[in-house]
């Protein structure tokens, strides 16, 4: 029933859009179009393609996996970087568009951001960063070194703030409530733990450590971050080298 009435709902609005576009004179359309544009669309930034061949096995990132809460200040690498987004989220298919993780319907209700610190990952800057699997690249949200924000938003888990990178995963429920009703929202955060996975055991194969972190204040994170509140922060990874 509530499927029936999302859906019903959902395709009501594309009508209205549809009809809309019909009415409206085609400059009128191009124009609106540009004004659109995001003023930092530009600001976008092509990753390495991953590799799928490794020196840990399956096995062994399993065994050694551990949520780890102190991290080296040494920087990562873009290779490295982009690595962990592939593994986490990029498309792994030649020709398609299926992601390294599995989802419900292949709605794909997860996005992927990096918080990157201060000289942490040259030669990218401090800031928030999305990533689009499509492209396998990086757009920028802001440019600011954040750590000690998130860290704060995070019940002030502070540890966090010393690893260069952190890992934000989010969930745009209606993505799979439009198909799904109340249970896409269920199959979004399972995904969130599949992804979260993925981050942990590729970096362990890297020779990285990761850290785990759900207790946040949500509406805190996403005003820090500048990221739309319907992308809702589900869990943050940490990740560095560990301390020797
Ligand atoms: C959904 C979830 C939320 C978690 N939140 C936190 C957290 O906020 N802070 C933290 O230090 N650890 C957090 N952890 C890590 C757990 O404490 C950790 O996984 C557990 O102690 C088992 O240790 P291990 O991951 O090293 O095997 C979280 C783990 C999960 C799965």
């Known amino acids: 029933m509530v499927y029936c009435k999302e ?3 959902y395709l009501i ?13 085609p400059w009128f359309r191009g124009w609106a ?6 003023p930092r669309e530009e600001a976008v930034m092509k990753l390495p393609m991953p590799t ?15 949520t780890v809460r102190s991290f080296a200040s040494r920087a990562l690498t873009v290779d490295q970087l982009a690595q962990l987004l592939g593994s986490a989220g ?49 757009s920028e949200v802001l440019k600011d070194d954040l750590r000690s924000s998130i ?54 194969a890297l020779g990285l450590e990761a850290g785990i972190v759900g207790a946040f204040h949500d509406a805190e994170l996403i005003d820090a971050m500048h990221i739309p509140s319907a992308h809702e922060p589900i869990l943050l990874m940490p990740v560095g080298y560990a301390l020797e």
């Open 52 to 66: 799928w061949h490794g020196t840990v096995s399956v096995e062994q990132a399993i065994k050694q996996r551990r």
């Open 151 to 204: 860290a704060m938003a995070a019940l002030s888990q502070m540890w966090m703030a010393d690893a260069p990178l952190i890992m934000v995963i989010t969930a745009a429920y209606r993505r799979a409530t439009v198909k799904y009703g109340q249970r896409g929202t269920r199959y979004a955060l399972i995904e969130a733990g599949h992804i979260g996975q993925n981050i942990f055991l590729q970096a362990q």
């Open 13 to 25: 609005g594309w009508l209205k859009r549809i009809v809309l576009i019909g009415l409206t004179p």
């Open 33 to 38: 179009f540009a004004q659109k544009k995001h």
């Open 90 to 138: 990029g498309i792994t298919e030649t020709k398609g568009y299926k992601r390294a993780a599995p989802s419900a319907g292949a709605l794909y209700p997860m996005d992927l951001y990096v918080v990157v610190g201060q000289n942490c990952l040259p030669p990218i800057e401090a800031g928030v960063y999305r990533y689009e699997p499509g492209q396998h690249q990086l």
């Open 7 to 9: 859906r019903r709902k």
